[in-house]
């Protein structure tokens, strides 16, 4: 039943890292106002690949956790209203700037498109963060709520995740103005990746001293626990990545920005695991009965086996498209 | 003062309510297009490929685009509901999500399937052969059936739950996956939900071309643009009116207080009448209305002998308040009014094509064809106006109260969020049409003589047009080769396989059979009582 449980969890963790990913890479696109056209074309097949991981790591939530899903809902609901805003803005006004031609409507389609980008990973970040602060009790809040969603922690993880969005946007669009033969908005993004890096690196250490105030064992589980490896990669690979940008050599950079957000979210992870709201609920007291769990693991499956591969057909079918003209 | 603290003090039950049913209410008018109108585009491009009519293939090309454009709104609308069963709901998932959240979470692999197969029928169309494009779109359909068996599993627990044994503080212990997903309720809810979206799809798609047949258009493309999509809905219509009576006479033994405030029926009863109109009031008489004498006793046991169960049956706390039951009633009646209108238009198209051997010609069966649409999907709303309310005060029947279910949040909170959420949808709504309307304008133009273009392009979900920049050209490759094509055929067929497998299995579970025996088994009771 643990088993099954933990792998359930790593199963929705790992869909979950993997809307944040998403999430972060669309959200960065927005903020370069003047490179819309690239971020537009660059973002097109992804957008609405977010909502659909979103959709399913709260569906595996609800279900698999429920009552960690009741405890965080009840006490965070002001940070989850404001990040769901950013997030229906941010698609719905993407998908209309992508198909609306006069000039006229662009400008406020775009202003209203690039601020959600900003408002989803922050607010979501900011819940991660309240979490993380050990502020959530089971069942309902115990403090009013205002408390639990404001805090340090909440804070500088909502602003870390806005700097990591940054920064692995403007590193992946780096590589995208390569791919389309933009060497103007190469440079363009090169620089901004840098500042990005910089950004993350000194909300990061506001983030780390937080938690350290905060919730000092976490600190302890970050920085000497099972997240040790995954906090110190991020921490060692955030300036390469900088570096690598100022330097314009273009290998590598993609693979470790994505490394680098990973880890992060990893890290802290692991440095609260077994317990999924730190110190008070852990995964074998939220678990979902024995067959909930065995039906959402058919069902992780099924999205390993049937939806990945179209997803890779439909991707494959976009970077033609980008190849060739279609010959209609 | 006195009134903004009373204001933010109070509790969220109302605003919450209002705004899950408004946010419902919205994303039901995406639906019957999400699950049903993908069918009768891969109809319409079989037809244009079987006959070579490059029209029929035109029309499904078009069709594609406006699919894309109501999914994205869907996608969008469906992201909101999943995020207030949390903000509004805590409770509701907190203690039944192992149960409940199982069919969401079908429900979202079907999403999921059904958008990567969206963007790949509308990338399709320049990319694949014809034959390979329509092999690939025939994933659609089983998918949109997949989502509303998933969803209505969910929607079947709340009515008649079943599968889960409860522990000393009500808590979930143990789940029994199918039990849980396969609840009585399922049964008689599926057909009726999907065959309505089919109905519905079709009679709004229909109601368009009536429109243009009004305004003079009457070439190759209006007619079969409108014959195929209203044929198969006016099929099915009878049909529904069918479900739809076992479906209530089932409710009779499953929910006999939803059944009564249907009816406004206040104490139980044989020779039962059934009201047309008419309002309940507090001492349990019905104002207004048509009275049928002993009709309703006829319609659940075939005889004015069967007692029909009344609102006093059950607990006044347990069972809908008189606004509520009204309500359900209104919604109700509405509903089969509906149906019977879209009967009688059908009937009426099914004798003129029989003798006449052609489509009908007459500007009042136009007129009444183009409101078929509007009337179709106001019947899908009062029809689930009717099974919410009607539920009432339970959010899971007998178990747990929409009251126990809402969040703590404050009454201003929820109230704020609800006008935010009006404001956003609202821009969606005009935004949506604007562009559809854009495209409609486009179109029009084109069949008036300009260079097509491909409509796809552009859309959500679609292909990206090309981008405007200093690029390197480059030479446009070939189309895929054959063995290529033949190769994702082959996977398709076994993909759409597998799901026709798991829906064959889904479906005996569902079989109209078992309604058939639910039915009878509520007649039974009905007649023994």
């Given at each position: 039943?643990?088993?099954?449980?933990?792998?359930?969890?790593?199963?929705?963790?790992?869909?979950?890292?993997?809307?944040?990913?998403?999430?972060?890479?669309?959200?960065?696109?927005?903020?370069?106002?003047?490179?819309?056209?690239?971020?537009?074309?660059?973002?097109?097949?992804?957008?609405?690949?977010?909502?659909v991981w979103l959709v399913l790591a709260i569906v595996l939530c609800w279900t698999g956790f429920p009552l960690l899903f009741q405890s965080v809902f009840s006490s965070l609901y002001p940070l989850f209203a404001f990040a769901l805003l950013g997030l229906i803005l941010r698609g719905a006004f993407f998908a209309f700037r992508?198909?609306?031609?006069?000039?006229?409507?662009?400008?406020?389609?775009?202003?209203?498109?690039?601020?959600?980008?900003?408002?989803?990973?922050?607010?979501?970040?900011?819940?991660?963060?309240?979490?993380?602060?050990?502020?959530?009790a089971v069942g309902g809040p115990n403090i009013p709520v205002w408390q639990a969603c404001i805090s340090p922690m909440s804070i500088s993880f909502g602003l870390v995740s806005v700097a990591a969005t940054a920064f692995i946007g403007a590193s992946f669009l780096v590589g995208d103005a390569r791919r389309f033969g933009m060497p103007d908005m190469v440079d363009y993004f090169r620089r901004r990746a840098v500042i990005a890096t910089v950004a993350l690196i000194v909300v990061g250490t506001i983030a780390l001293i937080a938690v350290g105030l905060e919730n000092s064992r976490l600190f302890t589980g970050m920085l000497t626990g099972p997240g040790a490896p995954f906090a110190i990669a991020t921490v060692a690979l955030t300036p390469v990545v900088g570096f690598l940008h100022l330097r314009g050599i273009f290998r590598w950079f993609r693979v470790l920005s994505v490394v680098v957000v990973g880890s992060l979210v990893i890290a802290w992870g692991l440095a609260q695991s077994p317990y999924l709201l730190p110190w008070q609920l852990t995964i074998a007291q939220a678990g979902a009965p024995l067959g909930t769990e065995v039906l959402l693991l058919v069902v992780t499956f099924c999205v390993l086996v049937v939806v990945l591969p179209s997803l890779g057909l439909l991707v494959y079918f976009d970077q033609r498209g980008a190849l060739g003209t279609p010959e209609a | 003062m006195h009134f903004l603290t009373s204001f933010a003090a109070e509790s969220a039950l109302v605003p919450s309510r209002v705004q899950m049913a408004f946010t419902l209410a919205y994303h039901v008018i995406l639906v019957p297009l999400g699950v049903a109108f993908p069918a009768y585009t891969l109809l319409?491009?079989?037809?244009?490929?079987?006959?070579?009519?490059?029209?029929?293939?035109?029309?499904?090309?078009?069709?594609?685009?406006?699919?894309?454009?109501?999914?994205?709104?869907?996608?969008?609308?469906?992201?909101?509901?999943?995020?207030?069963?949390?903000?509004?709901?805590?409770?509701?998932?907190?203690?039944?999500?192992?149960?409940?959240?199982?069919?969401?979470?079908?429900?979202?692999?079907?999403?999921?399937?059904?958008a990567i197969f969206i963007g790949i029928y509308l990338y399709g169309w320049t990319r694949l052969r014809p034959r390979t494009h329509f092999m690939l779109g025939l994933a659609l359909p089983p998918a949109g059936v997949l989502g509303t068996i998933s969803v209505l599993a969910a929607n079947s627990f709340m009515n008649t739950p079943r599968g889960i044994t409860l522990g000393s503080s009500g808590q979930v212990v143990s789940v029994d996956v199918l039990g849980a997903l396969f609840t009585p309720a399922l049964a008689y809810e599926f057909w009726h939900f999907l065959i309505a979206t089919y109905i519905a799809a079709g009679f709004l798609v229909a109601s368009i071309y009536a429109v243009a047949w009004l305004r003079g258009r009457r070439d190759h493309y209006q007619r079969l643009a409108f014959a195929i999509p209203f044929t198969i809905a006016a099929i099915l219509t009878p049909a529904e009116i069918i479900v739809g009576d076992l479906s209530a006479r089932a409710l009779v033994a499953d929910q006999p207080a939803k059944f009564a405030a249907m009816e406004v029926t206040w104490k139980t009863r044989s020779h039962n009448p059934e009201v047309i109109g008419g309002l309940l009031n507090d001492s349990g008489q019905v104002n207004f209305g048509i009275s049928i004498p002993s009709f309703d006793s006829i319609l659940i046991g075939l005889s004015p002998d069967s007692v029909a169960p009344g609102l006093t049956s059950v607990a006044a706390n347990a069972r809908p308040t008189i606004a509520e039951a009204n309500l359900t009633h209104l919604a109700f009646d509405a509903m089969v009014g509906l149906g019977s209108a879209g009967v009688a238009l059908t009937v009426w198209y099914f004798l003129v094509l029989l003798f006449r051997r052609r489509l009908p010609q007459s500007r009042w069966f136009y007129?009444?064809?183009?409101?078929?649409?509007?009337?179709?999907?106001?019947?899908?709303?009062?029809g689930w106006v009717t099974t919410e309310v009607g539920r009432q005060p339970w959010i899971v029947y007998n178990?747990?109260?929409?009251?126990?279910?809402?969040?703590?949040?404050?009454?201003?909170?929820?109230?704020?969020?609800?006008?935010?959420?009006?404001?956003?949808?609202?821009?969606?709504?005009?935004?949506?049409?604007?562009?559809?309307?854009?495209?409609?304008?486009?179109?029009?133009?084109?069949?008036?003589?300009?260079?097509?273009?491909?409509?796809?392009?552009?859309?959500?979900?679609?292909?990206?047009?090309?981008?405007?920049?200093?690029?390197?050209?480059?030479?446009?490759?070939?189309?895929?080769?054959?063995?290529?094509?033949?190769?994702?055929?082959?996977?398709?067929?076994?993909?759409?396989?597998?799901?026709?497998?798991?829906?064959?299995i889904a479906l005996s579970f569902l079989g109209l059979g078992a309604v058939a025996r639910r039915s009878i088994r509520g007649l039974r009771r009905s007649s023994s009582s």
């Open positions: 039943m643990l088993l099954l449980t933990i792998t359930a969890y790593s199963v929705a963790g790992g869909v979950d890292y993997g809307a944040g990913i998403w999430d972060l890479l669309a959200g960065g696109g927005a903020r370069a106002d003047r490179a819309r056209a690239l971020i537009d074309h660059a973002m097109a097949p992804v957008w609405e690949a977010n909502n992508h198909l609306d031609d006069s000039p006229r409507t662009q400008r406020p389609l775009s202003v209203v498109f690039g601020l959600s980008s900003l408002l989803a990973p922050f607010f979501f970040a900011a819940a991660l963060g309240a979490i993380a602060s050990g502020q959530v | 319409m491009e079989g037809i244009g490929i079987y006959k070579k009519d490059p029209v029929a293939i035109r029309i499904a090309r078009r069709w594609s685009v406006v699919m894309a454009v109501q999914f994205a709104v869907g996608a969008v609308t469906g992201t909101i509901l999943s995020f207030e069963f949390g903000i509004l709901w805590p409770r509701l998932m907190g203690r039944f999500g192992a149960a409940l959240g199982m069919g969401f979470a079908i429900e979202g692999l079907a999403f999921f399937l059904e007129r009444a064809a183009s409101l078929a649409g509007v009337g179709s999907y106001a019947a899908v709303e009062t178990l747990m109260r929409v009251s126990d279910a809402v969040t703590g949040a404050s009454g201003a909170f929820v109230w704020s969020m609800l006008s935010v959420l009006i404001v956003v949808y609202a821009t969606m709504a005009v935004i949506a049409i604007t562009l559809l309307m854009k495209l409609a304008g486009r179109w029009h133009r084109e069949d008036a003589g300009q260079a097509p273009t491909a409509p796809e392009e552009g859309a959500p979900y679609g292909p990206r047009s090309e981008i405007v920049s200093a690029r390197r050209p480059r030479r446009a490759k070939q189309g895929m080769s054959w063995i290529f094509q033949s190769l994702i055929t082959a996977v398709v067929a076994i993909f759409g396989l597998g799901v026709l497998i798991v829906l064959v």
